[in-house]
């Protein structure tokens, strides 16, 4: 095929433009993700030659060559991996097919150090070139091809596609510096990027030995020998003594794409039936597509050193996906296919064991850097509280996890543990008490709330989506039961004295007659109306019993489209509330029903609901506002 001019896609343009203006101020990057990318392209190749080894062409020794040309003001990284035919560069280079691509570019701010931020974590790769380069010339031959292609672009809005020849396999980008850039020809410099950068890939990266130089200072010829300028072992591979903190922490950076430090992370040698090497780290942010469903990253496996894939799914529960790193399986065949990983035993193995080690790690850093944990928490609490439901036999430590906002705090800060709570509950009390609502602040003003400060006792106070299912999961903790305010009978007996449990009956005496009638009116609505203790300032509030599913949930359910029918609530009324105390007084009145109506419908709106009728609240209302001024 001829040579053609390709137009790239709108993404892209967009992403090229935000790149070189927000990423300047930290330009080498452009090294560490051509060297990841190269070296990725090695794994594959290393990958699929465990099936085809004449991918190799006879050249089984992978490496990463960079070298730099003075006069042509040049730097090129070439790799002998598994190249790419052309469909293959339309493919991938020129496109972002990405899911989360829409999500990541509203999430731009246009302040360039948080974008960068961005930027990073979305993996814009390849295109870091054109921080450096005004001109990218990238040539490649896939392994088992004749054929290779050259691609070429000024980063401006188009690139082109040729056929050529190229003797060897893998891919080579020559980068033609813009203006300006001419530190990176320069040895010293090249090296010191890579060592910082990619010290820790697998392969060795080569570059040509430095030229010696004569008595008088001139550079003599160099002599073309190339040497590896990192370690190039995997450093999962090496001793833990050997392996400095920036290390770990560069290595982060590299396995996750992220541009953060991680928050910590946990390395070691497991022995058994498995063996296997994990180094798993837990970020510091949530990516931007954590609650995507087809995510870009998550936990590298490798066998005996060679990168198998990564995977979303398989290693690492749904609840632990923020969860990065490297697990290498001494005993897993080379040549798994991903269908057979789906179904191996070992793998589960694998996985239990990982699980354990990094809720180990979130215990420790709970337990030994509590400002760390809040971080966490903030970030990947409602992650991590979907495995109540999901990881049955690690539930009890996930809830020892868990953290909440409280009656006992200020604001809406999420720090109470399940254990500060039993460790403040009162004299007496034998559940702990929550509230969900589908707003913090729903939830901190809910009428049902009002007995339980009025006697001091705490309530957690439950707004994220996911504590629904999270308290449907999680009924006990440490043999105390988990009560919602807005279930079934309180039992607050134990703080009832005997005054109180005399009103309380004669309340219910009294209003016999009028909880009979007030049943009647709102026939269809509510199941049963009943005398409250729960309240002291509002008239009125809703609950529904023990086994029903609450009131928010079915909202959550709803808004999400399922149909629910859910169950009636039962209707709860203050008896020393003057106005239902002026119900009461209307028991034979015309306004009955009103009244009835009235006091049903602002306790549905109290917790959040939406009436069934508003139009005919409002005219309720109205009529007994004007009925007032007689
Ligand atoms: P990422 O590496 O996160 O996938 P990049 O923008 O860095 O994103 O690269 C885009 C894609 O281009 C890669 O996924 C890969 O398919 C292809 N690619 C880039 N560089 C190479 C290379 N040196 N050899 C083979 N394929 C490559
Ligand atoms: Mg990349």
Redesign the pocket.
């Known amino acids: 095929m001829s040579k053609e001019t390709l137009g790239f896609q709108a993404e892209v343009k967009q992403l090229l433009q935000l790149m070189i203006h927000s990423l300047y101020s930290n330009k080498e990057i452009f090294l560490r ?1 051509l060297i ?3 070296s ?2 090695c794994d594959k190749l290393r990958f699929e030659a465990t099936q085809h080894a004449d991918l190799y062409e006879g050249d089984g020794e992978l490496n990463i060559r960079v070298s730099f040309d003075k006069d042509a003001r040049t730097v090129t990284i070439a ?1 002998n ?4 035919r052309r469909d ?1 560069v339309v493919a ?2 020129g496109t972002i097919a990405r899911s989360g691509t829409k999500e990541f570019f509203s999430q731009l701010t246009g302040d360039a150090a948080k974008d960068s931020h961005l930027i990073g974590q979305f ?5 870091s070139a054109f921080i450096v380069a005004d001109k990218v010339t990238l040539t ?1 031959r896939r392994a088992g091809e004749t054929h290779a292609t050259r691609w070429e672009s000024l980063g401006d809005g188009e690139y082109t596609l040729e056929d050529v020849e190229k003797a060897g396999r ?2 080579e ?1 020559v980068l033609h510096l813009k203006e300006g850039e001419d530190e990176f020809l320069n040895d010293w410099r090249l090296r010191s990027v890579i060592t910082r950068y990619s010290d820790h890939i697998n392969l060795p990266i080569l570059m040509q030995k430095a030229a010696e130089h004569d008595d008088e200072g001139k550079a003599l010829p160099s002599s073309g020998e190339w040497e590896a300028v990192n370690q190039a072992n995997a450093l999962w591979t090496r001793s833990k003594s050997e392996i400095t903190d920036e290390q770990y922490k560069d290595f982060y950076k590299h396995v996750s ?1 992220d541009w953060d430090e991680p928050l910590t992370w946990s390395h070691a040698r497991i022995e058994g039936r498995q063996e296997y090497t994990e180094l798993l780290y837990i970020p510091k942010r949530a990516p931007f597509d954590l609650y995507e469903r087809e995510r870009r990253h998550g936990v590298k496996l490798y066998v005996k050193r060679v990168f198998i894939m990564e995977d979303t799914e398989k290693l690492m529960p749904q609840y632990l996906r923020f969860v990065r790193g490297v697990i290498d399986s001494a005993n897993l065949p080379l040549n798994v296919s991903r269908e057979i990983l789906q179904q191996s035993r070992d793998v589960d193995a694998i996985r239990t064991g990982c699980v354990k080690k990094v809720l180990g790690l979130l215990e420790d850093l709970r337990d030994n850097r509590p400002d760390d944990y809040a971080v966490f928490w903030q970030e990947f609490g409602k992650v991590l509280k979907e495995g109540i439901g999901e990881d049955f036999a690690n539930k009890d430590r996930l809830a020892g996890l868990a953290r909440f906002a409280s009656t006992a705090n200020e604001g809406s800060e999420q720090n109470v543990s399940l254990a500060d709570y039993i460790g403040r509950m009162k004299e007496g009390q034998d559940a702990i008490y929550y509230i969900t609502a589908d707003t913090f602040a729903a939830a901190q003003h809910s009428p049902h709330l009002e007995v339980f400060k009025k006697k001091g006792i705490e309530v957690l106070l439950l707004s994220d989506r996911v504590d629904e299912w999270f308290t449907s999961s999680l009924t006990e903790f440490e043999g105390k039961k988990l009560q919602s305010v807005a279930k079934g009978e309180l039992k607050l007996d134990a703080f009832a004295d005997e005054a109180e449990k005399q009103q309380q009956e004669a309340a219910e005496t009294e209003f016999k007659t009028v909880l009979d009638k007030v049943k009647t009116t709102l026939d269809g609505q509510i199941k049963d109306v009943r005398v409250t203790t729960r309240l002291t300032d509002s008239p009125a509030c809703l609950v529904v019993e023990n086994h029903d599913m609450s009131a928010n949930l079915e909202r959550l359910l709803k808004s999400a489209g399922q149909d629910v029918g859910g169950a009636k609530p039962i209707l709860e009324l203050n008896p020393g509330h003057p106005l239902v105390q002026k119900l009461k007084s209307e028991l034979e009145g015309e306004r009955f029903g009103d009244w009835t109506h009235l006091l049903y419908d602002q306790a549905l709106l109290a917790e959040g609901g939406q009436l069934d009728d508003p139009a005919g609240f409002v005219k309720r209302l109205n009529g007994l506002m004007l009925a007032m001024q007689h």
């Open positions: 993700e990841s990318n190269a990725d392209a790799d991996g598994i190249g790419m293959e991938n280079i993996g814009v790769g390849f295109y490649t893998g891919t980008i794409h």
